[in-house]
């Protein structure tokens, strides 16, 4: 009896040590592997913490209201940490609001670009032909239209404009490039041996798709999401900083940073518009180390399965 337990014992260690690790056990392995990932990932949290959970702690009716008297207050004048603009309006909560609005439309657009993207680049490259050759004369059509006018022209002549208007027009431009980028890789996956054998066994083309080929893309889905967040992000900061991003009343990274179009303000009130772009040039750089991390991750993932 003691033998049987001692065996069954010693069959269940060699399977766990037979077992491929998860998926978060490897991608947490290759962050804590890397210093620099791991100093990214703890800012990249630590950014989310100040800015959504910042947020809940203020009072958003009063973070725009108007007070004359403390007009372009400096740092720690009147209680206010980074100042105040021109209307008194103090620049610390308008960080954390801004900085969390700008990475919530930085998600959205990805998020949308990516899976819109995702299901027209992989039907257009696993079918082929005339499919595929109409989906890209699309997307080339597309892409050879200048973005950044149309977006300028459209929160012009759109009414009610806002941040969901904002989230759909950068999106509508955002999807082409996935869609260009998933058909490249499941074009050189369509043909492969576990494909041909999926469709022998039986399995419908989505069946195939999404279960079979799928997976053998997610080191650059994973790594495309992390990145993409921080490019969406820089499109809204541009469109933002030149005015045709968020309303004015909508705070932002890019209308904070617009500050610096005044002269004025980037000699002798640097606390108007430098706390955004440190902030902004931290995310960016943050994001695009635990990026790297992530995709190393991916990588080692599909090796050890």
């Known amino acids: 009896m003691a033998k049987d337990k ?3 014992k010693n069959n269940n260690d060699d399977a766990k040590k037979n077992t491929p690790p998860s998926g978060f056990r490897i991608i947490w392995r290759e962050i804590m592997h ?13 950014i989310l913490l100040f800015c959504f959970v910042g947020s809940l702690f203020l009072n958003k ?18 209680g206010h940490i980074f100042g105040a603009d021109e209307g008194g309006r103090d620049i610390f909560k308008l960080l954390i609001m801004g900085g969390r609005n700008s990475i919530m439309i930085g998600i959205s657009v990805t998020l949308i670009s990516l899976v ?12 082929g032909g005339i499919i595929d050759n109409i989906v890209m004369r699309i997307v080339d059509f597309i892409q050879i239209m200048p973005q950044f006018p149309i977006l300028i022209v459209l929160a012009t002549v759109i009414p009610n404009y ?9 999106s509508i431009f955002g999807w082409t490039g996935e869609a260009r980028y998933y058909r490249s890789f499941v074009l050189a996956q369509r043909e492969r041996e576990y494909v041909l054998a999926s469709k022998t066994s039986g399995s419908t083309d989505l069946q195939i798709m999404y279960r079979e080929v799928l997976p053998n893309i997610s080191s650059m889905l994973i790594v495309d999401i992390v990145l ?6 820089g499109i809204e900061t541009g469109l933002s900083f030149i005015g045709y991003g968020l309303p004015i009343t909508t705070p932002s990274l890019g209308t904070l940073i617009g500050y610096a179009n005044d002269p004025t ?14 902030l902004l040039l931290i995310i960016s750089l943050s994001i695009n180390y635990v990026g790297r991390a992530l995709q190393k991750a991916a990588d080692s993932r599909q090796r050890e399965a």
């Open 116 to 127: 819109v993207g995702l299901v027209i680049g992989m039907f257009a490259g696993y079918y």
């Open 228 to 233: 993409g967040v921080a490019g969406n992000i």
């Open 61 to 78: 009716a009063q973070l725009t209201e108007i007070n004359i008297m403390d007009s372009y207050d400096a740092w720690g004048v009147d």
């Open 6 to 8: 001692s065996l069954k």
């Open 265 to 278: 303000n980037v000699t002798t009130r640097p606390w108007l518009w430098l706390p955004a772009t440190i």
């Open 34 to 46: 890397e210093p620099s990932a791991r100093f990214a990932l703890f800012i990249v949290v630590a």
């Open 162 to 170: 806002n941040a969901y208007t904002l989230v759909a027009m950068i």
